[in-house]
């Protein structure tokens, strides 16, 4: 025993009896690796760590950031890029931004289509949506609904940028909805539509109702025409006042219809309520 120790640490003491820590491995901590900190690993790093990596940082994982995840950038997601959001190239954009759920105004109404011609229902229908909030907010999970029965859970429609338009629609088919440049397309079995005469659209999270609005028959006042917010009025209770909203003027698409799908509303010049 004693001569294999020494063939081991030559340099160690000679004296007989017992060898301490610090003449085994030469440190004067109180474990018996080389290096000179408490813990146990074979690492030189000052950590308490348990790992046995030579990282320099205080986490638990094994490589050479600060951060509690398993990868080597120093944000706190899972992948291997040093941006923050969760795809997988290392750019600062938000292309694959998963969105954070609304709360009430952040999403409002801002524009119906619910009587198109000629093109045909519902494949013709939409409505526009604008965030108001400076954040991607995700549309999954949202709930379409109005006063009576209908009912639609968005499903794959992902996000609506911060400051951004987005269409909901009968169809994304440019040749069946007017050219119209929907987002999303309501699933045409879904228990949902917008009604000639008077219907509602409620926008809800979990219980919270994000945004509604209300029209009635003649508003829009002809079919083919949206009807549309003024834009001093696009929150969540300003598009309750009729009198914000107006019959859409500027032709869009292949149809001949008039609106403003995806775009800025122009000022409503005559309110409906007043024509
Ligand atoms: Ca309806
Ligand atoms: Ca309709
Ligand atoms: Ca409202
Ligand atoms: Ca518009």
């Not at 919270?208 to 696009?234: E, F, H, N, Y």
Request: proline letters at 4%.
């Amino acid at each position: 025993m004693f001569l294999a120790l020494t063939a081991c640490f030559p340099k160690a003491s000679t004296d007989s009896g017992d060898l301490s820590d610090s003449q085994l491995d030469g440190d004067t901590d109180a474990d018996s690796d080389a290096d000179t900190d408490a813990d146990t690993d074979a690492d030189t790093d000052a950590d308490t760590d348990a790992d046995t990596d030579t990282d320099t940082d205080t986490d638990a994982d094994s490589d050479a950031d600060s951060d509690a995840d398993s990868d080597a950038d120093t944000d706190t997601d899972t992948d291997a890029d040093s941006d923050a959001d969760s795809d997988a190239d290392s750019d600062a954009d938000s292309d694959a931004d998963l969105g954070r759920a609304p709360t009430v105004g952040d999403l409002v109404i801002t524009e119906v289509m619910s009587n198109p011609h000629p093109d045909a229902e519902p494949a013709a229908e939409w409505f526009e949506i604008y965030n108001t909030s400076s954040d991607s907010i995700a549309l999954d999970g949202l709930v379409l609904s109005d006063m009576g029965a209908d009912s639609v859970a968005l499903s794959g429609a992902g996000v609506v940028a911060a400051g951004s338009y987005y269409v909901i629609g009968g169809s994304t088919d440019l040749a069946l909805n007017g050219g119209a440049p929907v987002s999303y397309a309501i699933p045409a079995d879904a228990a949902f539509d917008l009604a000639n005469d008077d219907d509602e659209i409620v926008i809800t999270s979990g219980s919270t109702v994000i945004d509604s609005m209300t029209w009635l028959d003649g508003q829009p006042s002809l079919k083919g025409r949206s009807w549309s917010v003024d834009p001093a009025s696009m929150t969540a209770s300003g598009n309750d006042d009729a009198t914000a909203w107006c019959d859409g003027t500027t032709v869009f698409g292949t149809s001949g219809m008039l609106g403003t799908p995806g775009a800025v509303n122009p000022a409503c010049t005559v309110s409906s309520t007043s024509r």
